[in-house]
């Protein structure tokens, strides 16, 4: 029997000494085996005549697939990979940002190719940038009980603990900030196979009124969300970019009116930058309309503000706002700032107000992967490390800090006696500093108060930053970094 490398479904063409036939009804080639220096078997050397004149072209929608010229149009019709119709919550392009021509650079060249000067340049604005900031940030790794069981199984191979490790500090941070409890949403970016949100379901325990929705891009096999049956929590996963996402229009949001918590492990890149527009300027903008009129004054008018009002009020011991921020909290483990993007990153007004601009912002996200770059494996290591990982099912695809996710472009190894590995790391890690501080701006300047502070261990994760944030309203102050 063929292999699946040589098979019809993979290459469009019949398997080599089969017969070259294509069976309309069973979509796919006949696999007799044909007489040396024929292209077709007995049965269907004469039907194939008659077919010569029909001609197979590929699929314009998958070139992976062909299909007879002639039935082109039927095939669009129903071909698997034609665009679906859009939910409602996808508005394009409301998260991303705004496309500022202008400010779009030039073709630019790799750092390899900046000459000394040039980079010698670039750094002195960046250290220059970053004068002032804490680059040490406070440790809050954390654990939860919930996750007790799982951690001390003997089962577990190193992946699967250096992953129950950081959910466990990701959980325990989120139960500091007071944002476990009943009536909320939990929205997981980037949920992957959504063992966060099971995590925090399982720290919920009986917890009334729970919901959560997983907003992942891709298709993701050997999810866990798809195992919870608890009446009182609801898991819906949405197949949606995070910068198309409304959540204003998804039902259980627009009808139950539950605080939002915004929750990610390693959510990559510029996503961290998509969802904080998501949750602050997509989803609590929806609400400013009524927040201008008096809180009192809505309660007497309407019942479902009076409930909204009590939940406001829920983990707020002091005082009870004025305003009701429809966010309840933020909670993202960051990673791969070399995978930023000038459009979509928050932070472009800090950027601005330090004489930065889009070309500077691109050098300083490729230079980032510096911080990492010393403990990059080699070839060999990452190819044996690949396959280790294609064998585990169980090991998570949610972590991003290995060679494979890492540029290889930045001139990280080309520049022999510039720089050395560790001055490079310092560096690497001012420029993702910097770039998560125009995040912390951006939050302040919605009315949370956020922090920046190292989760795990770096010998658990190389990526080990958190990014909380609180409103403003909330009992729980955060130092910011």
Known sequence: MATSASSPHATGFPAEGRCGYYVEKKK???????????????????????????????CPLDPKHTVYEDQLAKHLKKCNSREKPKPDFYIQDINAGLKDETEIPEQLVPISSLSEEQLEKLIKKLRKASEGLNSTLKDHIMSHPALHDALNDPKNGDSATKHLKQQASILG??????????????????????????????????????????????????????????????FERLQIDIQHLCLNKIPVLREGKLPVVGIGKHLCGMATDLALRCLIETYAASFEERNEEPLAKRIKNDKTEKEIYTLAKEGNEKNVPEKWNPVAGIVIALCCHHRCD??????????????????????FQRMSSWATCGMRKTSLETSNSTTKRQDNQNDDSEEHDDGGYRITDDGADSLPGLLSVEEKKKIGHLCKLLIDQGRIQYLQQKGFSPALQYYTDPLVSLENVLLTALPNHSSSPQTTA
């Not at 966060?196 to 866990?224: G, N, P, Q, Y």
């Open 28 to 58: 796919r080639f006949c696999r007799m085996v044909v007489a040396a220096g024929k292209r077709f078997c007995g049965e269907h050397a004469g039907a194939a005549e008659e077919e010569d004149a029909r001609k197979r072209i590929l």
């Open 173 to 234: 941070n989120i139960e500091k900030l007071k944002l476990l409890g009943p009536r909320r949403c939990f929205v997981e970016f980037g949920a992957g196979k959504g063992k966060l949100s099971h995590w925090v379901d399982i720290a919920l325990k009986d917890a009334e009124k729970v919901h959560f929705i997983l907003v992942e891009k891709v298709t993701t096999r050997f999810k866990v969300d798809g195992k919870h049956r608890k009446k009182n929590s609801v």
């Open 342 to 363: 000038w459009r979509h990153y928050v932070g472009k007004e800090y950027f601005r107000a330090l004489g930065l601009g889009a070309v500077e912002f691109h050098y």
